[in-house]
């Protein structure tokens, strides 16, 4: 069993930056994944980022590429994701989740519905 607890949401600018953290505990593997998704209204979820506790694998959808970093924390059992020049379209329900196997090394991004466990989100809100 593993919680996640997301924190870091809030209200930025248009080309501003926030940073989400996702806190860890129980049973974590270092070659699962551990994602960020996102979940606008009236719009699917969607992956943003991941990336494996080992660092193996690293993850980002093409809308995030260059402005978002995924980077984790093994000590604190934290990951995080740096969101730099900050777009209104990025406004969302953020969720982190660990991944239900492993995702090996050189694989195929985890599909949502690999991830077995889930924060509970943190809204994010950008303003033009």
């Known amino acids: 069993q593993v919680q996640l607890v997301e924190s870091g949401g809030g209200l930025a600018q248009a080309g501003g930056s926030l940073r989400l953290s996702c806190a860890a505990s129980?049973?974590?593997?270092?070659?699962?994944?551990m994602g960020w998704f996102r979940q606008a209204p009236g719009k699917e979820r969607e992956s943003v980022a991941a990336?494996?506790?080992?660092?193996?694998?690293?993850y980002y959808a093409d809308s995030v590429k260059g402005r978002f970093t995924i980077s984790r924390d093994n000590a604190k059992n934290t990951v995080y994701l740096q969101m730099n020049s900050l777009k209104p379209e990025d406004s969302a329900v953020y969720y982190c989740?660990?991944?239900?196997?492993?995702?090996?090394?050189?694989?195929?991004?985890?599909?949502?519905?690999?991830?077995?466990?889930w924060g509970q989100g943190t809204q994010v809100t950008v303003s033009s």
């Open positions: 129980g049973r974590t593997f270092s070659n699962y994944a």
């Open positions: 989740a660990h991944s239900s196997r492993a995702w090996n090394r050189g694989g195929a991004p985890l599909t949502q519905y690999e991830y077995a466990y």
């Open positions: 990336t494996t506790w080992s660092g193996s694998n690293t």
